[in-house]
């Protein structure tokens, strides 16, 4: 899809007109027509405030999906999605996001060197992990609500 296209559905999207998109963008009125009759092209930094605005990564805007880089090279396209929005996240989610997936790695590497095991006896023990992650989230004081239970 062509970036004017994009732009259009993005904008959309939003629910936001010609008008509000140019004005938080950095970006004249006039200008903004162009870019979704795909007569002009934006700067870099209007990219950037356009993929702010629209909450859409610059790649998004730019690029089709079989053109981005990680998408190339990772065929879970949902599983692409969810590491994009976790860099968003704190650091400590993101570290405990980072040691589960260090321990399915480790499993992994274990798997290939010993002799195989029933996958409901991991898929089993992953669940009892996730359980005592849980627990032990409990137990931690914290301050305000993050949407966790």
């Not at 296209?5 to 939003?14: C, D």
């Not at 930094?45 to 702010?52: G, M, P, T």
């Not at 090279?73 to 860099?87: A, G, P």
């Not at 589960?100 to 992994?108: A, F, G, Q, W, Y």
Request: charge should be positive.
């Amino acid at each position: 899809m062509a970036f004017a296209n994009k732009l259009i559905k993005y904008r959309k999207n939003k629910q936001l007109t010609q008008q509000e998109l140019a004005e938080r963008a950095g970006a004249g009125i006039s200008q903004m027509r162009r870019y979704e009759k795909g007569s002009s092209s934006p700067t870099l930094e209007v990219i950037r405030n356009l993929a702010l605005t629209l909450g859409v990564s610059a790649d998004d805007l730019i690029f089709d999906d079989k053109e981005r880089i990680a998408s190339g090279k990772t065929l879970n396209q949902e599983l692409l999605r969810q590491f994009e929005m976790i860099s968003h996240l704190s650091g400590r989610d993101i570290e405990a996001i980072k040691t589960v997936l260090e321990s399915i790695i480790v499993k992994n590497r274990i798997e290939q060197i010993l002799p195989s095991r029933q996958e409901e006896d991991w898929s089993k023990q992953i669940r009892d992990v996730q359980n005592e992650f849980r627990e032990s989230a409990k137990k931690i004081p914290c301050t305000g609500n993050r949407g966790y239970d």
